[in-house]
């Protein structure tokens, strides 16, 4: 069974920074993503995608909505990867999702990831 725990969301104020990191194992298996994305949540509303990367090349790509202020980075000794979050509006309060598949598709799709995390909740305060 592949596990995907999310830590770091919490609450700040507008034009504040977050860091969100997410980590996938494996019980009795090895697990090798080759896929990852965030994705978040807000209450009646569809589920969004915030970032996604390839693992195997590195290639990463965002959402219009949070370019220039989101950034991932990957600690492969620590197998996590985090989604650093800075000048945080309003509007990026929601629950946030890391997702994980060893299998490719498109990084913006749900559909790709095979594995979710249970979500961490991220508020942003005017």
């Known amino acids: 069974q592949v596990q995907v725990v999310e830590y770091g969301g919490g609450s700040v104020q507008a034009g504040g920074s977050l860091r969100l990191s997410c980590t996938a194992s494996?019980?009795?298996?090895?697990?090798?993503?080759?896929?990852m994305g965030w994705f978040r949540q807000v209450p009646g509303k569809e589920r969004e995608a915030v970032a996604g990367?390839?693992?195997?090349?590195?290639?990463?790509i965002y959402a219009d909505s949070v370019k220039g202020r989101f950034g991932l980075s990957q600690d492969n000794a620590k197998s996590t990867t985090y989604l650093q979050m800075t000048y945080l509006k309003p509007e990026d309060t929601a629950t946030y999702y890391c997702?994980?598949?060893?299998?490719?598709?498109?990084?913006?799709?749900?559909?790709?990831?095979?594995?979710w995390g249970q979500g961490t909740q991220v508020t942003v305060s005017s």
């Open positions: 990367t390839d693992l195997r090349y590195g290639t990463t």
């Open positions: 997702a994980v598949s060893d299998v490719d598709g498109g990084l913006f799709l749900p559909t790709t990831y095979k594995h």
């Open positions: 494996a019980s009795g298996f090895t697990f090798k993503p080759v896929v």
